[in-house]
């Protein structure tokens, strides 16, 4: 009708825009025209509109099958495009994360794919797949892991087995578990910049219980915990043929994919038992309003809510009803009065959320102006409560049924999505018609059912509040009268992760730690060192800034330390005499505190001579890690890993740098270039590496030793 409609108008105008012929051009006499030739144009209103019922959903045949190893397959023949797509669905999820090292499930998705395998490195495996315009990648959730690839149909032999070697056999190189690990770091810095996005963890923290695997929280302890061994044991533990789901999707023939990848999965025979079930939700009601004071916002972000259920309930259908007609759309309650009506709102929605295998968020979230939070609110209690006691209307039933039958046209208008959601099912043990039965209960909800969930389900005085703004906005919400309590969003500083140690362990850090002292010169001449100067350029890598820097630095028995750095825009000083911290910059002193505070102590601790001394210091502690590392900490906090080389001198040192902004960082010392001066053995190279790579290099001119310095050196002006 649009189509005829404007090639109708089109012609009018072109007819129009037609200059008039020439007088001897001009017929005689025009024809005449019967008014009943031309086509009588109406129009409709979209309630007068009619359209053809929604078709059937249409699921193809996929042929499914079990390799020898265990592997469940699954095949589907798309001809469209000469493209084939994979994903091997692995029953694993960050669920099964230890609890002093969430993130383990994380990171090992990540660097399965990044780490590549014996033969290619992921750098190698990324070129060769760019080069072909294909994809390989991998990655864990909450319940299920997935690798996944795409090719070109003349690259799928190339492209399977890149898929096969990540799958079975990935490597988990160390510079990419330090780098996953940055990244990780990077993200726990970055986790209160939103706002909105605040409102949503804290709320789903504090309805599942923080106390809990659906509540825990990734941290830079429990990140800096995880090993590269962590990884290759979780690995071990849930890739094994058996449990796993593989489907492939594209321009193939059945037979021939199905002999092609039972040959390539032959060798791959790993067995393990069974996984055991996810945890349990075990939440109890939250009630209460909690607030997280911002004060780099302009707006309140609100969530509100309770425990919601699982797609296999019963009454699913019915609550997902109610909660469109509640707030699913311009045409909702929630939407047309809070926000419509009142101008209380920027946004808000409500939404029943459901899971497969465990309950979802019933949720009512949205922004407001701060000053109207408060009577935001009260009307979302009102609406609550008003769905829980009279039956909704025919039209907005109609409405909210509608939007939920019609997006299956969504849900299933590709083959890729209808197979994606098939493997789904089986992989959570949803019966294979279940979308069949859904749909069936979904046209079936009527006002009684919707007035009957509200009222079972929905839970007013059970009901989470979190709201995420100024503190002057917040305040307020205690006039509502529920016990308003404060979240915390500092984010916890890591703590020194320390090996465990026994008599054995430490006796062979001892040993380890005077071999060293000999080596460098001897324990008495280490000793005598009172105060210590290195002259020294300090060189940043381009991807670090490029910055130099003329460095002096100061140690003076038995701890205090002075660094001072010319840099561009001028002279820095920041020194730590044993007590109190310092910043010098021309004339002026500041306290140094912190994260800058302790970067000093730790210079001062990490102090090469000291260091080897630290079998002598009572506040320290030496234990052996390996065959040629022990780890030194002390009772301040301060830890590092020191390395020696087969002649027993330093040749790495590992710690952990307090960050300014962001992300604390793992930085390593590579010691080069040991020259004796006055007897003792010092580096005059120095290599520093941050989260695994190269950021700095200083180059030592000068050492002297035993000067005279004293305490008044170390704060002086200069």
């Known amino acids: 009708m649009k189509k005829i409609l404007l090639g109708l108008i089109s012609i009018a105008i072109a007819a129009a825009q037609t200059p008039a012929p020439g007088p001897s ?63 091997a669905l692995v029953r694993t999820g960050n669920l099964f994360d230890p609890a002093d090292k969430v993130g383990l499930a994380t990171i090992t998705g990540m660097v399965l794919r990044s780490g590549g395998t014996k033969e290619k490195t992921g750098d190698q495996i990324d070129e060769e797949l760019e080069n072909i315009a294909a994809s390989v990648e991998s990655s864990i959730g909450e319940t299920s892991g997935t690798v996944r690839f795409s090719a070109l149909k003349e690259n799928t032999d190339a492209v399977l087995l890149l898929f096969r070697d990540l799958l079975t056999a990935p490597e988990f190189r160390q510079d990419k578990v330090a780098l996953a690990k940055t990244q990780l770091r990077s993200s726990i810095s970055r986790r209160n910049d939103d706002a909105h996005a605040i409102s949503q963890r804290e709320f789903a923290d504090i309805v599942y219980g923080r106390n809990t695997p659906y509540g825990w929280r990734m941290e830079y302890e429990t990140v800096d915990r995880i090993t590269r061994d962590d990884m290759v044991g979780f690995y071990k533990r849930y890739y ?27 060798g791959w025979t790993v067995q393990q038992s069974p996984v055991p079930p996810f945890p349990k939700v075990d939440a109890k009601p939250a009630p209460g309003i909690f607030v997280a004071a911002k004060d780099d916002v302009t707006q309140t972000f609100f969530a509100i809510g309770q425990l919601g259920g699982v797609f296999r309930d019963k009454d699913y259908p019915a609550l997902e009803v109610m909660a469109d007609i509640l707030g699913g759309g311009f045409q909702s309650r929630l939407f047309r009065k809070v926000r419509t009506d009142l101008g209380y709102a920027y946004s808000i929605s409500a939404n029943w959320g459901a899971n497969y295998d465990h309950p979802g968020l019933f949720e009512v979230a949205g922004s407001t102006r701060g000053v109207t939070t408060v009577e935001a609110i009260k009307v ?6 008003r769905i829980r006691t009279a039956e909704v209307g025919d039209a907005e039933l109609k409405l909210a049924k509608d939007t939920a039958l019609n997006s299956f046209v969504f849900a299933f208008d ?61 305040q307020p919400l205690a006039s509502l009268g529920a016990p308003v309590t404060a979240i915390d969003l500092k984010i916890p500083e890591p703590k020194a992760v320390v090996a465990a140690a026994d008599p054995a362990s430490l006796a062979k850090g001892k040993q380890l730690l005077e071999r060293a002292q000999r080596a460098a010169g001897g324990a008495d001449k280490l000793a005598a060192v009172k105060d210590a100067t290195q002259i020294c350029d300090y060189q940043a890598e381009a991807t670090s800034g490029g910055l130099k820097a003329k460095q002096t630095n100061i140690w003076l028995a038995p701890g205090s330390f002075r660094q001072q750095s010319q840099l561009p825009f001028g002279l820095v000083i920041a020194y730590w005499d044993g007590k109190v911290g310092g910043m010098i910059q021309g004339q002026n002193r500041v306290p140094l505190v912190g994260p800058q505070l302790k970067q000093i102590q730790g210079e ?83 290599t520093i590496s941050q989260n695994g790579r190269r950021a700095a290099e200083i180059t030592v001119q000068e050492y002297k030793l035993n000067q005279g310095l004293t ?8």
Do not use: C
């Not at 193809?60 to 190893?69: A, E, F, I, Q, Y």
């Open 604 to 686: 001062a601790f990490r102090w090469w001579p000291s260091l080897l001394l630290s079998d002598r210091n009572p506040d320290r502690t030496v234990n052996a890690v390996g065959d040629d590392t022990v780890e030194i900490a002390d009772k301040k906090g301060n830890q590092v890993k020191l390395t020696f080389d087969d002649k027993g001198l330093p040749q790495k040192l590992a710690y952990q740098l307090v960050a300014m902004q962001g992300a604390p960082a793992s930085v390593e010392n590579t010691f080069g270039d040991i020259k004796e001066v006055d007897g003792i053995k010092l580096p005059f190279k120095i």
């Open 711 to 718: 305490p008044d050196d170390i704060e002086k002006k200069p």
């Open 25 to 87: 051009k001009m017929p005689a006499k025009a024809p005449s025209v019967q008014r009943s030739a031309v086509p009588r144009i109406t129009t409709a209103t979209v309630e007068q509109m009619k359209y053809p019922p929604l078709r059937p959903i249409q699921i193809p045949k996929v042929d499914v099958s079990t390799l020898p190893n265990g592997m469940k397959l699954y095949l589907l023949e798309d001809h469209e495009l000469p493209l084939v797509n994979g994903t």
């Open 414 to 474: 590709t083959k890729a999505k209808t197979l994606g959601r098939l493997i789904t099912y089986e992989y959570y043990g949803y019966p294979k018609d279940f979308i069949d039965q859904y749909q069936k209960a979904l046209a079936a909800v009527t006002r009684a059912d919707v007035l009957r969930v509200a009222k079972q389900y929905l839970k007013p005085a059970e009901l989470t509040v979190v709201a995420v703004g100024t503190p002057q906005d917040l």
């Open 240 to 266: 094994f043929p058996a449990n796993i789901m593989l489907a492939v999707r594209g321009d193939f023939s059945t037979g021939d994919m199905k002999a092609k990848l039972e040959h390539l999965f032959a």
């Open 380 to 385: 979302i209690d009102d609406e609550i409560g």
